[in-house]
């Protein structure tokens, strides 16, 4: 679909500005805690793939998904339970300790890719609160309408279009309706809340969420910890929930204590409301990852895991070489084996990434080959307080336990892409480095229609929050019918 990028590239100026100001009205922004918000940059230039490599890459997600999760009830079921509780704080290990025999299920996940040479490989599982689904949605449905208007594609036709291109949205709600329903004897609930923090940094996403719930028929609130009481139900302002999809990380209760929410979120399947994810910080820890890699060429592990041969298959070919970084003997990227990981690890800079095993935002990731700039300086002083050679900060990381410690990977080789960044002024061009997020579901009778997320920013290491863009997703097919309405001007 090189044309219509062309296309796109020319028309920018005239409907970009309009893109990002429609995007940003729509919800696409962080929230700051005093509640004022900014935008999160949209591009002119789409994302174009095949509706069958969408499917492809959610089925990918999916048997990566669930092998995440059967590795994480293997390890916390052994000897070396300590390997994963021993990263999360306080309240998150004594809610896995309490919850995750019977936390089975999923509604959603979130695999993050990196593109190289056509081909998706998995950076890691979100399974806390895997995020921008409504994003997303935001990012492509404004661009189908504003780009479809500019080019006279028939207004009464962009529905259609806009349901061709898939919603995660609707996906996410199917996903929810299928959870409670799975733990509530085939019954549909009546009332819905979403759970986040006041202020939280993607609470305009959330609305958006609520908003196309409402549409699809369900009474549905955003809601807030210090909101909720009852002593048989979950309720607010007197109004009783049936469903809670939890967009709250559990630290977060470390920071602002809501005994009422712990105890809720301690109790699965929830008794005064179902509410999805239940917790599940111990799923999206690195080690766990990790450790699928490492069950390639350990089939003992594999075992343990009951892994299927489709799940081995789906992560021999997506899953880079990641193992935990400690001193111990293992095998290399080649299959070689070494006599210590850290020493080949400090011997190849180039070739690898550090990533503390439990922590998000992107805040503890160093890239060997990014030794020496800027952000490479910035990253160490902020977690160890001082410059660092790779080798000394190797040494560090391999004897630091904070988080669960690390974990190391092969990097997966990406060269920023150019694409046209909106504002409601300007239309600006950029140079992005673009992940692919994919979208999954654990424990349910049927996978919805997924779709993906894509992110782009001008660091190698992605994260919305901290800055970057969201690239619309469209497929083929929608892209090849605003090709004609062109055409057709």
């Known amino acids: 679909m090189q044309e219509l990028l062309d296309v796109l590239r020319r028309q920018a100026q005239h409907f970009g500005p309009e893109l990002a100001r429609v995007a940003y009205q729509r919800g696409l922004a962080v929230t700051k805690p005093d509640g004022s918000t900014r935008p ?55 809610l896995a300790e309490r919850t995750w025999r019977q936390a089975t299920r999923l509604a959603t996940t979130r695999v993050d890719y990196f593109v190289s040479g056509g081909r998706p490989w998995a950076l890691e599982v979100n399974a806390t609160i895997p995020a921008m689904q409504g994003y997303s949605d935001i990012a492509a449905r404004t661009f189908i309408e504003v780009v479809g208007r500019h080019f006279r594609y028939p207004e009464k036709g962009l529905g259609a279009l806009l349901a061709l291109n898939g919603s995660n949205p609707l996906a996410l709600y199917r996903a929810l309706l299928d959870g409670y329903a799975a733990e ?39 809601v807030h910890p210090d909101e909720v009481s009852g002593d048989d139900a979950f309720v607010v302002k007197g109004k009783r929930y049936d469903l809670v999809y939890r967009h709250l990380f559990v630290r977060r209760l470390e920071e602002t204590p809501s005994p009422w929410v712990e105890d809720f979120l301690g109790v699965v399947p929830g008794k005064k409301a179902v509410f999805l994810n239940p917790p599940a910080s111990q799923v999206e820890v690195k080690t766990t990852f990790a450790l699928l890699s490492q069950a390639l060429t350990e089939p003992a592990l594999a075992e343990r895991a ?34 210590d990981v850290v020493a080949a690890v400090i011997a190849d800079p180039g070739r690898f990434v550090l990533k503390r095993s439990w922590d998000y935002g992107g805040k503890a990731v160093f890239l060997g080959r990014s030794v020496g700039t800027v952000p490479y300086e910035e990253r160490v002083k902020a977690a160890y307080g001082a410059s660092l050679t790779w080798a000394e900060l190797c040494e560090r990381a391999a004897t630091d336990p904070a988080g669960g410690g ?15 960044l909106c504002g409601e ?30 992110r782009g920013s001008m660091s190698e290491i992605v994260n919305i929050v901290g800055g970057g863009g969201v690239l619309p997703l469209i497929t083929t097919e929608v892209a090849s019918k605003l090709l004609t309405a062109w055409k057709a001007l």
């Not at 490599?53 to 000897?79: C, F, N, Q, Y």
């Not at 009951?306 to 990227?333: M, N, Q, Y």
């Not at 690390?406 to 046209?420: A, F, G, K, M, S």
């Open 306 to 339: 009951k892994l299927t041969p489709e799940e081995l298959e789906a992560i021999a070919s997506s899953v880079p070489w990641t193992r935990p970084f400690r001193h111990a003997p293992g095998t290399a990227p080649d299959g070689s084996r070494v006599s």
């Open 40 to 94: 999160i940059p949209v591009t002119a230039t789409p994302v174009i793939l095949d509706a069958a490599e969408i499917r492809r890459r959610a089925g990918l997600s999916a048997h990566l998904a669930s092998a995440t999760v059967k590795m994480t009830r293997a390890v916390l079921d052994g000897p070396d339970a300590e390997l994963l509780l021993g990263a999360l704080s306080p309240l998150e290990r004594s």
């Open 184 to 222: 509530r004897a085939g019954k549909m609930p009546e009332t819905v809340a979403l759970l986040c923090r006041r202020n939280d940094a993607q609470v305009s996403e959330l609305r958006w969420l609520c908003e196309r719930f409402r549409e699809y028929g369900a009474d549905a609130d955003v």
């Open 425 to 454: 002024n300007s239309v600006l061009p950029t140079s992005f480095f673009v992940d692919y997020s994919a979208y999954a579901s654990v424990g349910l009778g049927k996978q919805p229609a997924w779709g993906g997320v894509c």
């Open 406 to 420: 690390y974990v190391v990977q092969e990097i997966v080789d990406t060269t920023p892409e150019d694409h046209l």
